[in-house]
DNA sequence: CACGATTTGTCCGTATGTATC
DNA sequence: GGATACATACGGACAAATCGT
């Protein structure tokens, strides 16, 4: 499964595994992965790597942890059509959890979704 | 600076502090912050805490680590205006290193562009 | 409502590998 | 080659949130 003596790292290795478990639906939506503490063991991995792992899937939009509970597996189903018409404007946050997408109107009002969540379509 | 009883973890103090030391012109573009091992003396931090913190502003498209060099501030500037026309979507894709906005044209082409240097607009 | 078990969040110390200057 | 700096990995510890009993 993982080789200590690869060329690629260690907690790489365990998210190339967990993301083609999950896109392979061992794992679904809402699902739970096993804690942290049992990949370790599974995988023969310090928490560090393992930790480091999950938060590759995260930065990808896969998984979210959950404090107390452990790691879900995000709902991505279809991206939903935005219409950015004459004068909508849409840029991207960064910083806190998943990136945004901050759509702001022609009046000003402004929607906001997870960035994985949209599809932009010019009119 | 940063107290180890407040309510914040620690390595979000120092990120804010960091944060706000480059919004006040300390660091500029290109310029290189202080080094990891300098930072945790500085603030009296183990490694792993400047790291997380680091990190923070990593995710935030403020710096990024440069190997064997030092963490540099990324270059901010205007984000550059791109018009989705009738039939051009953009979606944002996560994953590797900054998130990446993919404007695909009517005719197929695809451009890219990182996702905080960019204003989508509507046609 | 209280309590314990489980799980993630944060933090420390240490060590080694690898890239840059 | 040597010095510096980030990347990866291990170990241990305690706090805080969640859930079932």
Same mark, same amino acid.
């Given at each position: ?45 310090? +928490? ?7 938060? @590759?899937?995260? *930065? &990808? /939009? %896969?998984?979210?942890? =959950? ?15 935005? +219409? ?7 840029? @991207?946050?960064? *910083? &806190? /959890? %998943?990136?945004?997408? =901050? ?21």
């Amino acid at each position: 499964m993982i080789d200590p003596h690869a060329d690629r790292a260690l907690f790489r290795q365990l998210a190339d595994l967990l993301r083609d478990r999950i896109a392979a639906g061992e794992f679904e939506a809402g699902d739970q992965l096993p804690s942290e503490a049992a990949l370790g063991q599974h995988y023969d991995l310090a +928490r560090t790597a393992v930790r480091a792992a999950l938060g @590759v899937l995260r *930065g &990808e /939009g %896969l998984v979210e942890p =959950v404090r107390g509970l452990g790691w879900v597996v995000r709902d991505r189903g279809e991206p939903r059509p935005v +219409r950015l018409r004459r004068g909508d404007e849409a840029t @991207v946050r960064l *910083g &806190e /959890g %998943l990136p945004q997408v =901050v759509v702001t109107r022609t009046d000003g009002t402004t929607e906001q979704y997870p960035a994985d969540t949209v599809i932009l379509r010019g009119t």
